[in-house]
């Protein structure tokens, strides 16, 4: 079944616009339905991303309220049980035990997934539409999502060497820290490109932790899809760079760093494409995307060798350089696609700046 027949079916069945009786009592009926509505309108944002499409199911029409956060379990227990842990949720419908039940992490996306519909709403309109304030309003929100997370779905940088932290939860605190950088790079393509280098950055060196740290996360089977849907699209941000640098290289005196305070340097993001392209590289072709992977592998590599070979071109796109591979790198990702300096028709003049 695809996202737009089961968007239609779940409309139809009005899972959408369910109205709760107040004092509300779970059962597992509604909130299974709850959950499902969940999860198709996360799924469906990641679908609208990957197609460049508006999405099938705005926020603005699902009035019904999140799943609860409460344990299978629970959920699955007497009366008694249920209504005990459901008085015991915190005011934002959190569990007060810090726990990661199966529902907490969609709940948590879903957060993510509402702004990100909002940024859609803005992205994919008249360009003529797009308020520099309404989406510095939109960072702002994201900023907050992100600081409101329960810490059990946190990422920090130790959690790679902490042996007490599962694969299961390093792999969730991960795809959180994505999904937010992922809103972020949304939102800095909106505004200006000194900031999206660095969401670049961060969003291509998370994405990379999942190959690097394999052992530990090879239990899951997804990582060609989050290479293609969150490190490339970052990496032609840095490929940009490399080719017609505009923020490592310039006169303010300011250096450009990472949320950490850390310098992006010219020599850090060679490290990261180096990476990036090792990623890519294990992705086999006949695997799902394998082509794409193939093509976005070589651009890296050839980006990679005129930079340290040659250095920045004041216009790669006129100087005679000739690539050996096609100039059309078809991601069929309109929202994600980040390579469109390949085309003979980009304009290096209108590239947006710093400010």
Same mark, same amino acid.
């Given at each position: 079944?695809?996202?737009?027949?089961?968007?239609?079916?779940?409309?139809?069945?009005?899972?959408?616009?369910?109205?709760?009786?107040?004092?509300?009592?779970?059962?597992?009926?509604?909130?299974?339905?709850?959950?499902?509505?969940?999860?198709?309108?996360?799924?469906?944002?990641?679908?609208?991303?990957?197609?460049?499409?508006?999405p099938a199911l705005s926020r603005r029409y699902?009035?019904?309220?999140?799943?609860?956060?409460?344990?299978?379990?629970?959920?699955?227990?007497?009366?008694?049980?249920?209504?005990?842990?459901?008085?015991?949720?915190?005011?934002?419908?959190?569990?007060?035990?810090?726990?990661?039940?199966?529902?907490?992490?969609?709940?948590?996306?879903?957060?993510?997934?509402?702004?990100?519909?909002?940024?859609?709403?803005?992205?994919?309109?008249?360009?003529?539409?797009?308020?520099?304030?309404?989406?510095?309003?939109?960072?702002?929100?994201?900023?907050?999502?992100?600081?409101?997370?329960?810490?059990?779905?946190? /990422?920090?940088?130790?959690?790679?060497?902490?042996?007490?932290?599962? *694969?299961? +939860? @390093?792999?969730?605190? $991960? &795809?959180?820290?994505?999904?937010?950088?992922?809103?972020?790079?949304?939102?800095?393509?909106?505004?200006?490109?000194?900031?999206?280098?660095?969401?670049?950055?961060?969003?291509?060196?998370?994405?990379?932790?999942?190959?690097?740290?394999?052992?530990?996360?090879?239990?899951?089977?997804? /990582?060609?899809?989050?290479?293609?849907?969150?490190?490339?699209?970052? *990496?032609? +941000? @840095?490929?940009?760079? $490399? &080719?017609?640098?505009?923020?490592?290289?310039?006169?303010?005196?300011?250096?450009?760093?990472?949320?950490?305070?850390?310098?992006?340097?010219?020599?850090?993001?060679?490290?990261?494409?180096?990476?990036?392209?090792?990623?890519?590289?294990?992705?086999?072709?006949?695997?799902?995307?394998?082509?794409?992977?193939?093509?976005?592998?070589?651009?890296?590599?050839?980006?990679?060798?005129?930079?340290?070979?040659?250095?920045?071109?004041?216009?790669?796109?006129?100087?005679?350089?000739?690539?050996?591979?096609p100039a059309q790198l078809d991601f069929n990702?309109?929202?994600?696609?980040?390579?469109?300096?390949?085309?003979?028709?980009?304009?290096?003049?209108?590239?947006?700046?710093?400010?």
């Amino acid at each position: 079944m695809s996202n737009g027949e089961t968007v239609s079916l779940l409309t139809f069945l009005g899972l959408h616009v369910e109205q709760t009786k107040k004092p509300y009592k779970p059962t597992l009926a509604s909130e299974l339905r709850r959950r499902l509505l969940l999860k198709v309108f996360c799924i469906d944002k990641v679908v609208a991303a990957i197609t460049g499409r508006p999405p099938a199911l705005s926020r603005r029409y699902v009035l019904t309220p999140l799943p609860l956060d409460i344990s299978d379990e629970v959920l699955a227990g007497d009366e008694k049980t249920t209504a005990k842990a459901t008085s015991s949720l915190d005011a934002q419908g959190w569990n007060p035990d810090g726990a990661l039940y199966s529902v907490t992490m969609w709940r948590a996306r879903y957060r993510f997934m509402q702004i990100r519909d909002e940024i859609f709403e803005v992205a994919l309109g008249a360009e003529s539409s797009i308020s520099g304030d309404a989406v510095r309003a939109l960072k702002v929100k994201e900023l907050k999502a992100a600081a409101e997370l329960p810490i059990i779905m946190q /990422f920090d940088e130790s959690d790679i060497r902490n042996p007490k932290i599962s *694969g299961q +939860i @390093l792999y969730i605190r $991960l &795809l959180m820290l994505l999904e937010h950088l992922q809103n972020l790079f949304f939102i800095e393509r909106l505004l200006n490109r000194r900031e999206l280098l660095a969401v670049s950055y961060e969003l291509t060196s998370a994405t990379l932790l999942f190959w690097t740290n394999m052992d530990g996360l090879g239990f899951h089977e997804d /990582f060609q899809w989050l290479v293609m849907a969150y490190a490339a699209p970052g *990496g032609g +941000i @840095l490929c940009l760079e $490399l &080719l017609q640098p505009a923020v490592t290289t310039n006169n303010t005196g300011v250096a450009v760093t990472d949320s950490k305070g850390n310098p992006i340097t010219r020599s850090s993001i060679v490290q990261v494409l180096s990476l990036l392209v090792g990623f890519l590289k294990w992705v086999g072709p006949q695997e799902v995307n394998g082509n794409i992977c193939l093509g976005c592998r070589n651009i890296v590599q050839r980006v990679l060798d005129e930079a340290l070979n040659m250095g920045p071109r004041s216009n790669p796109a006129v100087d005679g350089t000739e690539w050996d591979f096609p100039a059309q790198l078809d991601f069929n990702f309109d929202l994600l696609d980040t390579f469109e300096w390949m085309r003979p028709e980009f304009s290096w003049s209108e590239m947006p700046s710093q400010d």
